[in-house]
């Protein structure tokens, strides 16, 4: 099993500019998570999922977007990049909460730099 | 805020000793997990303790919870060099059927050889 895969690992984009993130896993969870991580903040929820379809925001959503179509699949998009957009975006997942495993998931990151 | 926060920011000793972080927290929770994170990495589960639980061991760590100081340590026995990494509390919120970790800034632990 590949576990929680993210494409792609590092990206640089101009202000402005638009960009998808993809998260990936095999595991069958049914609940996935955007994270971003930066100095000193630790890690902020952006959004998440409870199952294919739905949506929620989290902590830190202003100026992002998700999807998800389908289970193993959650996208995060940046509609017009800034620069405070610039971190390390973790994607994560997990089973329900019925199943009574609650631990996380995570992605190896995707390092964004808006300039 | 839930976040939990851990203390001390950063943490240095020698190969061999213990290491103890400890965590805080504001509201009540269900459970709380350790997760540990090598640099430029993401984060991997740990342990995770019930808040009906005190105690848990797995292999060289150590967990406790006082839900009545609403505090957690990890304890890391013997570390290693290999032990050298960032490790962050997260706790969810009693009642949450969401699934929703509410994580602190971490301690960077540094074990030289």
């Known amino acids: 099993n590949a576990g929680v895969t993210q494409t792609p690992k590092f990206r640089v984009l101009k202000t402005g500019q638009s960009m998808t993130l993809l998260c990936a896993q095999d595991m069958n969870h049914e609940y996935m998570y955007w994270y971003r991580q930066d100095p000193g903040m630790g890690l902020r929820l952006i959004h998440y999922?409870?199952?294919?379809?739905?949506?929620a925001k989290g902590e830190v959503p202003d100026g992002y977007n998700v999807s998800r179509l389908k289970k193993q699949n959650f996208l995060l998009g940046l509609e017009s990049a800034a620069p405070s957009q610039t971190s390390v975006y973790f994607c994560?997942?997990?089973?329900?909460?019925?199943?009574?495993?609650?631990?996380?998931?995570f992605g190896p990151g995707t390092r964004l730099t808006v300039t | 805020s839930q976040q939990g926060e851990e203390d001390p920011q950063a943490l240095s000793i020698q190969e061999g000793e213990n290491a103890t972080m400890n965590c805080s927290y504001k509201t009540s929770i269900n459970n709380l997990q350790w997760y540990r994170q090598n640099s430029g990495r993401g984060l991997v589960h740990l342990i995770l303790?019930?808040?009906?639980?005190r105690e848990k061991h797995s292999g060289r760590l150590r967990v406790t919870l006082d839900t009545s100081k609403k505090s957690s340590s990890l304890l890391i026995t013997a570390s290693r060099a290999a032990d050298t990494a960032s490790y962050f509390c997260a706790t969810d919120g009693r009642g949450s059927t969401l699934g929703r970790l509410y994580f602190g800034r971490g301690t960077q632990l540094t074990v030289w050889p």
């Open positions: 303790i019930r808040s009906n639980e």
């Open positions: 994560a997942s997990s089973y329900s909460f019925e199943r009574e495993r609650h631990e996380q998931y």
């Open positions: 999922s409870v199952g294919e379809g739905t949506t």
